[in-house]
């Protein structure tokens, strides 16, 4: 009998409130509880942490490696970052 | 998706390039079906190793001299069962299934570490597996961690962290037994004789029997040679060793003021080919002793197996 290939689930581990979920592996589980009881022994068991969200890795949408177009910028799109924008106050003082 | 057309050629010289440039490579990205065969077998081999390995120690948690001492080798023995699960996955995420490869562990057809056919007759051999052997472990996964697959890098570095904590709780208990009654010290001493060797061997067959070294190396496979890790591992381990008063089993070992490395005899290579192979002095008793956990765990497997709740059913 096939007992030992259970579904798997992507861990992602808070070690703070505050900080984000970090993804830190995955464990095999038949349902959500042990899920959450494996990845407490297997990923808590020495860092910190206050929180762990488990996902069925089937149900995690990828992007491909291999699409070289996915995150390409072919346009200038510098308009959307901070930098295009240094201290738009220095010198424009008013009195 | 826009996945381009590419010639073999082409991708080999991606895939190496990305390499060549410190870049991981991660599920789903193309590999030469060589690099991932390579990399099943010896995820696999490690991983299997993490699981036998549990063995030669876990028959000491019922005779552990004292809570203390009982306490913190339950959870080294934890913590490689741990070691194993990460390991299993990390080959999953290469097409292999973990129930593939315990099934061959079961069946004999598998591979893992020489060193945990070994016996381990006295409460010294659980110090010096600690010292000896989690630090060889410790050599060879710290290069791995630096290796070009993702997923098992990753792996590695939680590995190295925990087996920090099982070096030094070797050490702190093999010290102990140095500074207790003459018996104790040379309990010791004579569990670090039978130990020399094998941990030696352990690091794999030497650089001049690795015929796909230079290959390997290119795909970042593997960052260091057996030869180089057992170098490093050696210069680690005598001056430790040496300041407590513990002196490994060898008549040449010197310190090569020159190169600044230690001189020592090469282990007896045809052994470790034997004892890989099958025929070492606890093989029978190993492999005897996994089959019969696992048929005993069989009713705690099936009695998991039952989802309790509608997530557990697979996606359709």
Redesign the interface.
């Given at each position: 009998?096939?007992?030992?290939?259970?579904?798997?689930w992507e861990v992602f581990h808070q070690e703070k409130r505050g900080a984000p979920h970090v993804h830190?592996?995955?464990?095999?589980?038949?349902?959500?509880?042990?899920a959450l009881q494996m990845a407490k022994?297997?990923f808590a068991?020495?860092l910190d942490c206050v929180n762990l969200w488990v996902v069925?890795e089937?149900?995690v949408v990828?992007t491909?490696?291999?699409?070289?177009?996915?995150f390409a910028r072919n346009t200038d799109k510098k308009y959307r970052e901070v930098h295009s924008f240094p201290s738009p106050l220095k010198g424009k003082r008013r009195e | 998706m826009n996945v381009p057309e590419k010639s073999y050629e082409e991708r080999l010289a991606g895939f190496e390039a990305r390499i060549a440039r410190g870049e991981k490579i991660e599920p789903g990205d193309w590999m030469p079906e060589e690099y991932r065969k390579q990399l099943i077998r010896m995820i696999g081999q490690h991983a299997h190793s993490e699981i036998v390995g549990m063995l030669p120690e876990g028959k000491w948690i019922p005779h552990a001299p004292g809570f203390r001492r009982k306490l913190t080798l339950i959870a080294k023995v934890q913590d490689e069962a741990g070691h194993g699960q990460l390991l299993y996955r990390a080959a999953e995420t290469l097409g292999k299934s973990r129930e593939e490869m315990l099934d061959e562990l079961l069946e004999g057809k598998a591979k893992y570490s020489n060193v945990f056919n070994y016996p381990t007759p006295t409460w010294a051999d659980v110090g010096i597996i600690g010292w000896l052997v989690d630090g060889a472990a410790v050599v060879n996964q710290r290069m791995i961690a630096k290796g070009s697959y993702g997923p098992y890098a990753r792996a590695m570095k939680r590995i190295c962290f925990e087996e920090s904590f099982h070096i030094k709780q070797g050490q702190d208990l093999l010290i102990q037994m140095v500074y207790g009654t003459e018996e104790q010290k040379q309990m010791a001493q004579d569990a670090l004789n039978r130990w020399w060797y094998p941990t030696l061997m352990m690091l794999g067959m030497p650089d001049t029997d690795s015929p796909h070294l230079e290959k390997l190396r290119r795909w970042g496979v593997k960052v260091k040679s057996n030869d180089e890790l057992r170098q490093e591992f050696v210069d680690l381990v005598v001056p430790q060793l040496r300041s407590v008063g513990l002196n490994p089993p060898d008549d040449d070992l010197y310190l090569n003021e020159e190169t600044g490395h230690w001189h020592f005899t090469q282990p007896d290579y045809t052994e470790l080919k034997r004892v890989i192979s099958g025929d070492g002095p606890c093989n029978k008793e190993r492999m005897d002793a996994r089959r019969k956990a696992h048929e005993e765990g069989r009713w705690v497997r099936q009695a998991l197996a039952v989802a309790k709740s509608k997530r557990g059913v697979p996606a359709t």
């Open positions: 009998m096939n007992d030992t290939q259970l579904p798997i830190v592996g995955a464990v095999h589980a038949s349902d959500e509880e042990m022994e297997q068991r020495r069925r089937d149900y990828k491909n490696y291999e699409d070289p177009f996915f | -």
